[in-house]
């Protein structure tokens, strides 16, 4: 489908997924377009001004669909790779796996800033974004607690699910039950069943290693010397 620019001449652009939000304003970058190379060597021009315009203003159903597309071509990735890792099976290690998933929470959290309308209530996500972020930051300084980032992209299974059921049109009573089901068979089986058990677990070893700890810390800076067959009296 075409697009009419703002020099009043019909310019081509994608209608793909969420890049169409974006082809569109790639293709006013020619000669005569108020996004030309031009404002590079002045810095943030008119050009900018006008992304940002357009961005905003952008019909709240067509902000969601391009918002969900992003999300089915992201995160289908970091819940296979989270599964893996959860298995102990790591298709990436923790690491990386852990600052891939803080690098896609700060994208995300800039999307819903330059687009609050591609989600519903964008205040309550962005705070969550903000927590997501202060949680896996701690694997990230601590990579031998890389599992946790695992556990935790678990949930993204079921946010996978309610991305593709509210993105895709179903055409059979069948196959949009089907979907609902899983939604919420995952649903309660990560968030209300399986994070509790990690939680208890965790707190769990937490306990036992805070007991422990001591006695092993003072053999690790402490250890036994073995005493000498030859001491001396006056030593």
């Not at 959290?109 to 896996?136: E, Y």
């Not at 699910?161 to 979907?179: C, E, P, S």
């Not at 089986?189 to 769990?204: G, W």
Request: charge should be positive; hydrophobic fraction near 45%.
């Amino acid at each position: 489908a075409g697009w009419t620019g703002r020099a009043g001449r019909p310019q081509a652009g994608l209608q793909l997924g969420w890049w169409s939000s974006v082809a569109p304003i790639g293709a006013n970058m020619g000669s005569g377009g108020e996004m030309s190379m031009r404002r590079g060597a002045g810095g943030f021009g008119s050009g900018d001004l006008y992304l940002l315009q357009r961005l905003s203003s952008e019909s709240a159903d067509s902000a969601k669909r391009n918002h969900d597309m992003m999300n089915l071509y992201i995160l289908p990735w970091l819940a296979t790779a989270s599964v893996f890792g959860a298995c102990g099976a790591e298709l990436v290690p923790n690491l990386v796996l852990s600052c891939i998933f803080l690098a896609y929470i700060v994208f995300d959290f800039i999307w819903i800033c330059l687009q609050p309308q591609c989600v519903p209530k964008a205040p309550l996500v962005l705070v969550h974004h903000v927590v997501t972020a202060l949680l896996i930051l701690h694997p990230v300084r601590f990579p031998e607690h890389g599992l946790y980032t695992c556990y935790d992209g678990l949930v993204e299974i079921n946010t996978v699910i309610l991305t593709f059921k509210r993105t895709v049109r179903f055409q059979h009573r069948g196959a949009k039950a089907l979907v609902t089901f899983l939604h919420w068979s995952t649903f309660i089986a990560l968030r209300m069943i399986a994070y509790p058990i990690f939680t208890k677990v965790r707190r769990a070893r937490r306990t036992k290693c805070a007991f422990a700890r001591p006695c092993v810390e003072r053999r690790r800076c402490c250890p036994a010397r073995p005493r000498s067959a030859h001491k001396s009296d006056g030593w």
